[in-house]
């Protein structure tokens, strides 16, 4: 994901769990969304995709066993040798967007870069606006929705 001030890709947090359960398709998403090039091989895709979520939280994983470690170790109160990670905050349009993903019954989501018309459902209900409204219809147009009732990633980012 890049903001217009930089060129770097923001961090992107996700279950490494699911990435080898993931499609070509669902790989090359997530690998945009990190700043990964998408036509890779599969196979390297997923390697890839595998690395830069060690390489970013590793850290993070590491400090926590040590914690888990200290605390089995440790009987009486003992200040902390190691360093908190500085934390990463997550963009608030990116966890509204996931918010109205579509999952399956196993939590795998379905199309990681667009939200499909069950996400916009949850979301008038949310809203408490009805799906019949006019005002959808509007936010369509502003977003430059390609499909009326699905937004994706890309056309999401325009409320900024």
Do not use: C
Request: proline share 5%; charged share 30%.
């Amino acid at each position: 994901i890049m903001s217009r001030k930089s060129t770097q890709p923001a961090i992107v947090n996700f279950d490494i769990n699911s990435v080898d359960g993931l499609d070509r398709r669902g790989l090359q998403s997530l690998a945009k969304r990190i700043g990964i090039k998408a036509n890779s091989a599969t196979a390297v895709l997923r390697e890839e995709i595998k690395n830069y979520h060690e390489a970013n939280f590793a850290q993070i994983q590491t400090l926590g066993r040590a914690k888990q470690q200290h605390r089995e170790t440790v009987t009486a109160p003992v200040v902390p040798v190691i360093q908190s990670p500085k934390v990463v905050r997550k963009d608030p349009l990116l966890e509204w967007f996931e918010k109205y993903l579509t999952k399956d019954e196993n939590g795998v989501i379905s199309e990681p870069d667009r939200i499909e018309p069950e996400g916009v459902m949850k979301l008038t209900e949310e809203m408490g606006v009805p799906a019949e409204d006019i005002r959808w219809l509007v936010l369509s147009y502003l977003l430059n929705a390609e499909q009326m009732g699905s937004y994706s990633w890309e056309e999401w980012q325009k409320f900024k």
